[in-house]
C-alpha cells in the first residue's frame, strides 16, 4: 500500500477473472465515476457532515479491504495489482476532497460579532498631526479623540459590544464552534487514510482545512478592508489578531473536549496548520504596512505592534518545533520592521512640533490649531508608553526624565511646540505686549489643562514640570494686566501737578480704559479657570486705583463716567470672544 494521491491511471476495461478481479471492478467504475467529473457529484458527506453518497464511500471501503487482503500476488498479477495501487489511490483522494470539504468548525455564533465588524464605522481620526484633508473629514465627525483606543475600556471603544466581549475574552466559553458532527468525518476518513497507508497526503492537506470561525474574520481584511483607509485597514486588523488569537485558544479546548477517534493521533497536526497558516496571513498582512512612514500613522502603527506582541506569547504555546520557529522567527522579523517604521514616525512628529507650522491664527490670541494637535499627539503617545519605552530603547540617545524614554519624547515635543510658539507664533499677535503674553498665557493653560486631564501625561511629566508651568503661567498673567491696563492706571496714579484738573486726568483715564475695555472684551479665553483668573488680576489692578483716585478728587461730580461698579462690572465681561461680539452688535 501507500499509494501516491493522485489521479487514477485505471480505465482499461478488463474481463474479471476471479471474484477479487470483479470486487476491484466494480468499485474502479465508482471511482472513475467520480473521478472523471469530481464536481459532477456531492460527495460521500455534505458541508454539513450528512451522508450523500454512500455508494462512493463503500467502493473505498472495498478498495481499501482487498488492498489489505492482498489478492494479487506479484509477478503473475502484477497488471491488477497496478489496478489496485492505482485506486487505493483515488480512495485516499476522495477522501482528502471530503476532508477539504466537511465544516468542523461552526463560525455561526460569531455571526453578529463578525457583522457588527464588518459594518462598525472606523471610529474616530487617531491621525497624528493630519493632512488637510484629513483633518477636514475629523471636524466633521467632531475633531475628536478616540479615548479608547490603546486603552481595554468596552466604553466607547469604536467596535459593537459583541466583538467587545470577545476581545475581553468572557464569552469564548459560552460559545459552541465545534460541530460534533463534523468531528465524526474526521474519525471516518482518518481510519481510511490510515488503512490506505496515506497519512501524509492528510498531513498537507490540513494547511487548506476550512475552518469558518477564522476565516470569517480574515475575510473582514481580505474583502471589506480592501476599500478602506489605510488607517481604518490597521485598526481592523489590530482587532482580527486580538480576536483570532483568543479563538485559537478556544477551538483547540473544544476540539480536545470531543471524541475525534482515529482522528485524535492527527488532532494536535490539524490545529497547529490551521493556526499556522491563519497566523502567517495576518503576518503577511502586516508586513505590507511596514514600509508606512508617515508620522500621521503612528499611533496605528504602535496598535498594530502591541496587537502583535500581546498575541505572539499565547499564540507560539500552540506550536513547537520547526513550526514554533518559523512563526517566532517571522513575528520577530515583522514586530522589528514595524519599530524601524516608528522610529522614523517619531522623529517626524517631533519635527513636525519643532519645525514651520501654519500660521492660522487662533481666535483673538486664543489657542493655536498647532498645540491643540500637538497635545492630542502627547495624550494618545501617553496610552502607549510601554510599547514607546520598548520602541525607542533602541532608538539613540533621547533626554529621558527619571529613566523613562517615554517621557523623554512626550517633554520633547511639548518643549518643542512652546518654543515654536514662542519664536515663531507669537510675533503673529497685534502688538509685542498684552496680546502675546495673553497668547502665551492661553497655550501655557491649554498645555497644562490637556496634561492634567490625560492621567498618562501627567504622570509622564511629573509635579515639577507641571510647577513649572504654572509659574510661567502667572508670570504671563502678570505681564498681560500691566501691558494692556498699566497705561490706563499710571494716568490715575500720576501727579496731578502740571498736567491740568483732576477732571481732564478723568477724561483721560476714562478714554484710556475704554479703548482697553472695547478691545479687551472680544479677546477669547477658552479656560473659565484661566479667564477668571485674569479678571480678577485686571479688576485687583484696576478698580483700587479707580475708587482711590475718586475719593482724593472728590470735586470731579458730573465728571465722573463710571462709578467703582461699573467698572467693576464692565471688566467681568472680558475675554468673552465671539459672544461680546454678538451682545455689542
Same mark, same amino acid.
Given at each position: 500500500?501507500?499509494?501516491?494521491?493522485?489521479?487514477?491511471?485505471?480505465?482499461?476495461?478488463?474481463?474479471?477473472?476471479?471474484?477479487?478481479?470483479?470486487?476491484?471492478?466494480?468499485?474502479?467504475?465508482?471511482?472513475?465515476?467520480?473521478?472523471?467529473?469530481?464536481?459532477?457529484?456531492?460527495?460521500?458527506?455534505?458541508?454539513?457532515?450528512?451522508?450523500?453518497?454512500?455508494?462512493?464511500?463503500?467502493?473505498?471501503?472495498?478498495?481499501?479491504?482487498?488492498?489489505?487482503?492482498?489478492?494479487?500476488?506479484?509477478?503473475?498479477?502484477?497488471?491488477?495489482?497496478?489496478?489496485?495501487?492505482?485506486?487505493?489511490?483515488?480512495?485516499?483522494?476522495?477522501?482528502?476532497?471530503?476532508?477539504?470539504?466537511?465544516?468542523?468548525?461552526?463560525?455561526?455564533?460569531?455571526?453578529?460579532?463578525?457583522?457588527?465588524?464588518?459594518?462598525?464605522?472606523?471610529?474616530?481620526?487617531?491621525?497624528?498631526?493630519?493632512?488637510?484633508?484629513?483633518?477636514?473629514?475629523?471636524?466633521?465627525?467632531?475633531?475628536?479623540?478616540?479615548?479608547?483606543?490603546?486603552?481595554?475600556?468596552?466604553?466607547?471603544?469604536?467596535?459593537?459590544?459583541?466583538?467587545?466581549?470577545?476581545?475581553?475574552?468572557?464569552?469564548?466559553?459560552?460559545?459552541?464552534?465545534?460541530?460534533?458532527?463534523?468531528?465524526?468525518?474526521?474519525?471516518?476518513?482518518?481510519?481510511?487514510?490510515?488503512?490506505?497507508?496515506?497519512?501524509?497526503?492528510?498531513?498537507?492537506?490540513?494547511?487548506?482545512?476550512?475552518?469558518?470561525?477564522?476565516?470569517?474574520?480574515?475575510?473582514?481584511?481580505?474583502?471589506?478592508?480592501?476599500?478602506?483607509?489605510?488607517?481604518?485597514?490597521?485598526?481592523?486588523?489590530?482587532?482580527?489578531?486580538?480576536?483570532?488569537?483568543?479563538?485559537?485558544?478556544?477551538?483547540?479546548?473544544?476540539?480536545?473536549?470531543?471524541?475525534?477517534?482515529?482522528?485524535?493521533?492527527?488532532?494536535?497536526?490539524?490545529?497547529?496548520?490551521?493556526?499556522?497558516?491563519?497566523?502567517?496571513?495576518?503576518?503577511?498582512?502586516?508586513?505590507?504596512?511596514?514600509?508606512?512612514?508617515?508620522?500621521?500613522?503612528?499611533?496605528?502603527?504602535?496598535?498594530?505592534?502591541?496587537?502583535?506582541?500581546?498575541?505572539?506569547?499565547?499564540?507560539?504555546? $500552540?506550536?513547537? !518545533?520547526?513550526?514554533? @520557529? /518559523?512563526? *517566532?522567527?517571522?513575528?520577530?522579523?515583522?514586530?522589528? =520592521? %514595524? &519599530?524601524? +517604521?516608528?522610529?522614523?514616525?517619531?522623529?517626524?512628529?517631533?519635527?513636525?512640533?519643532?519645525?514651520?507650522?501654519?500660521?492660522?491664527?487662533?481666535?483673538?490670541?486664543?489657542?493655536?490649531?498647532?498645540?491643540?494637535?500637538?497635545?492630542?499627539?502627547?495624550?494618545?503617545?501617553?496610552?502607549?508608553?510601554?510599547?514607546?519605552?520598548?520602541?525607542?530603547?533602541?532608538?539613540?540617545?533621547?533626554?529621558?526624565?527619571?529613566?523613562? $524614554?517615554?517621557? !523623554?519624547?512626550?517633554? @520633547? /515635543?511639548? *518643549?518643542?511646540?512652546?518654543?515654536?510658539?514662542?519664536? =515663531? %507664533? &507669537?510675533? +503673529?499677535?497685534?502688538?509685542?505686549?498684552?496680546?502675546?503674553?495673553?497668547?502665551?498665557?492661553?497655550?501655557?493653560?491649554?498645555?497644562?489643562?490637556?496634561?492634567?486631564?490625560?492621567?498618562?501625561?501627567?504622570?509622564?511629566?511629573?509635579?515639577?514640570?507641571?510647577?513649572?508651568?504654572?509659574?510661567?503661567?502667572?508670570?504671563?498673567?502678570?505681564?498681560?494686566?500691566?501691558?494692556?491696563?498699566?497705561?490706563?492706571?499710571?494716568? $490715575?496714579?500720576?501727579?496731578?501737578?502740571?498736567?491740568?484738573?483732576?477732571?481732564?486726568?478723568?477724561?483721560?483715564?476714562?478714554?484710556?480704559?475704554?479703548?482697553?475695555?472695547?478691545?479687551?472684551?472680544?479677546?477669547?479665553?477658552?479656560?473659565?479657570?484661566?479667564?477668571?483668573?485674569?479678571?480678577?488680576?485686571?479688576?485687583?489692578?484696576?478698580?483700587?486705583?479707580?475708587?482711590?483716585?475718586?475719593?482724593?478728587?472728590?470735586?470731579?461730580?458730573?465728571?465722573?463716567?463710571?462709578?467703582?461698579?461699573?467698572?467693576?462690572?464692565?471688566?467681568?465681561?472680558?475675554?468673552?470672544?465671539?459672544?461680546?461680539?454678538?451682545?455689542?452688535?
Amino acid at each position: 500500500m501507500g499509494a501516491a494521491v493522485g489521479k487514477p491511471a485505471f480505465g482499461v476495461t478488463v474481463a474479471p477473472r476471479t471474484h477479487a478481479e470483479e470486487r476491484l471492478a466494480v468499485a474502479e467504475h465508482a471511482l472513475l465515476q467520480w473521478t472523471r467529473s469530481p464536481g459532477a457529484d456531492s460527495g460521500v458527506w455534505d458541508a454539513d457532515a450528512s451522508y450523500t453518497n454512500r455508494g462512493l464511500l463503500a467502493a473505498v471501503d472495498d478498495v481499501l479491504l482487498l488492498a489489505e487482503e492482498d489478492p494479487f500476488p506479484l509477478p503473475g498479477a502484477s497488471s491488477a495489482r497496478r489496478r489496485l495501487d492505482s485506486a487505493v489511490g483515488a480512495a485516499a483522494l476522495r477522501m482528502v476532497e471530503e476532508f477539504l470539504r466537511v465544516r468542523v468548525w461552526d463560525a455561526s455564533p460569531l455571526r453578529v460579532a463578525v457583522d457588527g465588524l464588518t459594518l462598525a464605522s472606523s471610529g474616530m481620526s487617531l491621525l497624528v498631526f493630519p493632512s488637510a484633508g484629513d483633518r477636514t473629514s475629523e471636524a466633521s465627525s467632531g475633531g475628536e479623540v478616540d479615548a479608547s483606543y490603546g486603552t481595554r475600556s468596552r466604553a466607547s471603544s469604536g467596535v459593537p459590544d459583541e466583538v467587545a466581549a470577545l476581545l475581553e475574552g468572557e464569552v469564548w466559553d459560552e460559545l459552541d464552534l465545534v460541530r460534533p458532527a463534523g468531528v465524526s468525518v474526521l474519525h471516518e476518513i482518518a481510519l481510511r487514510m490510515v488503512r490506505a497507508g496515506c497519512t501524509k497526503e492528510l498531513f498537507r492537506a490540513f494547511a487548506n482545512a476550512p475552518c469558518d470561525v477564522l476565516d470569517r474574520f480574515l475575510s473582514i481584511l481580505r474583502v471589506e478592508c480592501s476599500q478602506r483607509t489605510t488607517e481604518a485597514v490597521i485598526k481592523r486588523w489590530t482587532t482580527v489578531t486580538k480576536i483570532i488569537g483568543k479563538a485559537i485558544v478556544a477551538m483547540r479546548r473544544q476540539l480536545y473536549e470531543q471524541s475525534p477517534g482515529a482522528f485524535d493521533s492527527f488532532r494536535d497536526e490539524y490545529l497547529l496548520a490551521i493556526a499556522e497558516n491563519r497566523i502567517l496571513i495576518l503576518l503577511e498582512f502586516a508586513n505590507g504596512f511596514t514600509s508606512i512612514t508617515s508620522h500621521e500613522k503612528l499611533v496605528y502603527m504602535l496598535g498594530m505592534y502591541e496587537a502583535l506582541s500581546d498575541a505572539a506569547p499565547s499564540l507560539l504555546l $500552540l506550536f513547537n !518545533g520547526a513550526r514554533k @520557529e /518559523l512563526v *517566532a522567527e517571522r513575528t520577530q522579523d515583522i514586530l522589528t =520592521k %514595524l &519599530a524601524d +517604521a516608528m522610529k522614523l514616525m517619531v522623529s517626524g512628529v517631533v519635527a513636525k512640533v519643532q519645525g514651520d507650522c501654519p500660521r492660522t491664527p487662533s481666535a483673538a490670541g486664543g489657542v493655536h490649531p498647532l498645540a491643540r494637535e500637538a497635545m492630542s499627539c502627547v495624550e494618545l503617545l501617553a496610552r502607549h508608553r510601554t510599547t514607546l519605552e520598548l520602541i525607542l530603547a533602541d532608538g539613540g540617545e533621547r533626554d529621558a526624565p527619571a529613566g523613562s $524614554l517615554a517621557a !523623554g519624547l512626550v517633554a @520633547e /515635543l511639548i *518643549a518643542g511646540l512652546e518654543r515654536n510658539l514662542q519664536r =515663531k %507664533l &507669537a510675533v +503673529a499677535c497685534a502688538d509685542a505686549g498684552g496680546s502675546r503674553h495673553l497668547f502665551l498665557a492661553n497655550n501655557i493653560s491649554f498645555i497644562l489643562s490637556r496634561a492634567a486631564d490625560a492621567g498618562g501625561v501627567a504622570s509622564l511629566l511629573g509635579d515639577a514640570w507641571a510647577a513649572r508651568r504654572r509659574g510661567r503661567l502667572a508670570q504671563h498673567v502678570a505681564s498681560y494686566v500691566e501691558s494692556s491696563w498699566g497705561p490706563a492706571v499710571a494716568l $490715575l496714579e500720576t501727579p496731578v501737578c502740571g498736567r491740568g484738573k483732576p477732571a481732564k486726568i478723568l477724561a483721560e483715564f476714562n478714554a484710556a480704559f475704554t479703548r482697553a475695555r472695547d478691545s479687551e472684551v472680544c479677546r477669547q479665553v477658552p479656560d473659565p479657570t484661566l479667564r477668571a483668573a485674569l479678571r480678577n488680576a485686571v479688576s485687583e489692578m484696576v478698580v483700587p486705583a479707580y475708587c482711590a483716585f475718586l475719593q482724593k478728587h472728590p470735586k470731579v461730580g458730573t465728571s465722573v463716567r463710571y462709578t467703582a461698579d461699573d467698572v467693576t462690572e464692565s471688566l467681568s465681561e472680558l475675554f468673552e470672544g465671539e459672544a461680546a461680539d454678538g451682545r455689542k452688535s
